[in-house]
């Protein structure tokens, strides 16, 4: 369903097209310029929905409470804020009612899709009963969501820890490894992200998510890039950095080793094949323990239940947030029996982590991933949607790259494909244009240049064109 323009013209024409376009939302609107000439805006695919109608205060009114009453370190992805008030499965709808495709799935939160009725009847019925108590009395809940998310892990990965978040999960499971191995020394590679408290922001390797504060006991290795690495995609040669570490820089023993299989806030990079095994590997005869990232590309988004599977690894913990409740607070660590007994060392406790509340809704999403075969549309939505892009690449030099696995895809943006500038402004201007057009994604890396394309997983092929197509049009225009 591939729209094509058929000639360059002028961005006054362009704008006020794409201006009437956006006025009949999801219908196809073709106009002549001056000169005859077409442009064909693509159509969003249909969607039987309607919300009801908007009651509440405007986006400016919003906005001022939000400049008055929030932090100022909250942003807004676009020039004009979009006042977000109803979705349903992969479409969000504003305040006048309009739809958009949703590409960034609320930064690869949502996977079984916007308020999907098997979920909110899970939370309705649960909140009736009871919301929460606390983990020291029984219910049923917790127990059972545990036993379903641990017949998902691999090997001898089945106790199950509770959290609210990632970066509380990331910040558990890094205490683990310290108190398992008896080593404080951990392992990181530049670029991650893992979470914005103490622990977790020492993990992290990009200086616009670090404040100065204390960060003790973490080494960063240098990131498998394979596309801006020294050693392309060869992850072996990467890995040789973690020895180096290892031998150099700390005594010989570590506590652990904590990574994504893809890197999310990072720009969608995948590590490069054949360094998570040889990685591990050195890990190991350090004494340490393997972490695996999976608030992200867990639950199905890459195609793979979870990201590491592509790498022939099982580590020793894994932790997981975002879309193991789908929109829900709630993340989860899973490790070994072995592992798990260090907590027992001392009193270890989570107010929230593991109410009835959110387990319930974790372990409805986990039941419509297996009974709507997410993990299936994911791999061939996202497979065909990486093919649509990469056609794209090959028309447009400002796409640099293309990467990534299943729904959980980047499109880096540079001025110049030899020195792969990133492309900054271009990469703002082409996603306002595109949520004027209808289509939401997001955007990573540490230049902010590579688009983040993580929508929810019930994401069809239909709406896989009608993105690339928008992507399309207004790309012809620079």
């Known amino acids: 369903m591939q729209r094509l323009v058929k000639r360059v013209v002028t961005e006054r024409k362009i704008l006020t097209q794409t201006q009437r376009f956006i006025s009949q939302s999801s219908a196809a609107v073709v ?11 693509p159509k969003m695919p249909p969607f039987n929905y309607t919300p009801p109608p908007y009651t509440g205060p405007s986006a400016a009114e919003i906005l001022q409470k939000r400049k008055e009453f929030l932090s100022p370190s909250l942003f807004c992805l676009y020039k004009k804020p979009l006042n977000v008030v109803d979705g349903k499965m992969q479409y969000l709808f504003d305040d006048t009612g309009r739809r958009y495709l949703d590409a960034f799935g609320g930064i690869a939160v949502v996977c079984a ?32 969501f545990a036993e379903a998310l641990a017949a998902k892990m691999p090997g001898d990965l089945k106790v199950v820890f509770f959290t609210n978040s990632g970066t509380e999960a990331n910040e558990l499971a890094m205490m683990i490894a310290r108190l398992y191995s008896g080593c404080q020394d951990v392992i990181s590679i530049r670029n991650a992200y893992h979470g914005n408290a103490a622990g977790t922001m020492g993990a992290t390797a990009q200086s616009i998510w670090k404040f100065n504060v204390v960060q ?32 150099y820089g700390t005594s010989g023993r ?13 720009g969608i990079m995948e590590l490069a094949p054949g360094y998570l095994p040889a990685v591990y590997s050195s890990i190991k005869k350090a004494g340490g323990v393997t972490i695996a990232d999976e608030v992200q590309c867990g639950f199905a988004r890459t195609g793979d239940f979870w990201g590491f599977e592509a790498h022939g690894v099982v580590p020793d913990i894994v932790t997981m947030a975002k879309g193991i409740g789908n929109g829900i607070p709630l993340g989860a660590v899973v490790t ?9 060392q001392r009193s270890y406790f989570n107010t929230f982590g593991g109410n009835p509340l959110c387990t319930s809704a974790g372990h409805a999403v986990l039941k419509v991933i297996e ?14 949607l990486k093919d649509r892009l990469h056609v794209l690449q090959d028309k447009y030099e400002i796409i640099g790259d293309v990467r990534g696995r299943g729904l959980m895809l980047g499109v880096e943006l540079v001025t110049d494909r030899d020195l792969k500038t990133p492309a900054k402004a271009e990469t703002l201007h082409i996603m306002d244009q595109m949520k004027e057009m209808g289509v939401l994604i997001g955007k990573g890396g540490f230049h902010g240049n590579v688009f983040r394309i993580t929508p929810p997983l019930c994401f069809t092929k239909e709406d896989a064109d009608y993105l690339v197509d928008v992507m399309d049009v207004i790309m012809a225009k620079m």
């Open 31 to 41: 106009q002549k310029t001056e000169d005859t000439n077409e442009i064909i805006l």
């Open 113 to 144: 899709g916007h308020c999907h009725p098997d979920v909110v009847e899970a939370i309705v019925n649960q909140t009736k009963k009871i919301q929460h108590s606390t983990v020291m009395y029984l219910n049923n809940c917790i127990a059972d």
């Open 216 to 247: 003790t006991g973490v080494h960063h290795a240098v990131n498998p890039d394979q596309y801006r690495g020294a050693f392309g995609s060869d992850g072996e040669m990467y890995a040789k950095d973690v020895q180096d570490l290892i031998d």
């Open 254 to 266: 570590v506590g652990g080793f904590i990574s994504e299989a893809i890197q999310g806030v990072g």
């Open 336 to 344: 070994t029996p072995e592992i798990a007994q260090v907590l027992t």
């Open 371 to 384: 009974k709507e075969k997410l993990q299936e549309n994911a791999r061939d939505v996202g497979s065909y």
